[in-house]
């Protein structure tokens, strides 16, 4: 099963930019959907971004659409959030997600592969 190993998360200010990163163990990274999610202190694990296996179709939650950019790179087993104009409340523990499922995918329970997750967290 594929083990995924997300990178690139930390403290920052409102405004700026991070890019997560999220490594995949297999070199059959291209038959697996991707997701981010991200989970608050307090807070049920909520959706913010998924890709296709190709990279052709994404999707996105309100509160990142405009701001959040995910992207993968099959070549590298790598899937990437790029995430711009951070917010407060964008502080969270990000997670990627895999699934062999087709399309997107949007819920959580869609999703067999879970990374550790890493911090994110905006100043204000």
Avoid at 56 to 77: E, P, Q
């Amino acid at each position: 099963q594929v083990q995924l190993v997300e990178s690139g998360g930390g403290l920052v200010q409102a405004g700026d930019s991070l890019r997560l990163s999220c490594a995949a163990s297999e070199r059959t990274f291209s038959s697996y959907i991707m997701g981010w999610f991200r989970q608050a202190p307090g807070k049920e694990r909520e959706f913010v971004a998924t890709i296709s296996r190709g990279g052709g179709t994404t999707s996105y939650a309100d509160s990142v659409k405009g701001r959040f950019t995910i992207s993968r790179d099959n070549a590298k087993n790598t899937a990437y959030l790029q995430m711009n104009s951070l917010k407060p409340e964008d502080t969270a523990v990000y997670y990627c997600a895999g699934s062999l499922r087709g399309g997107v995918r949007s819920t959580s329970e869609a999703y067999d592969y879970w990374g550790q997750g890493t911090q994110v967290t905006v100043s204000s």
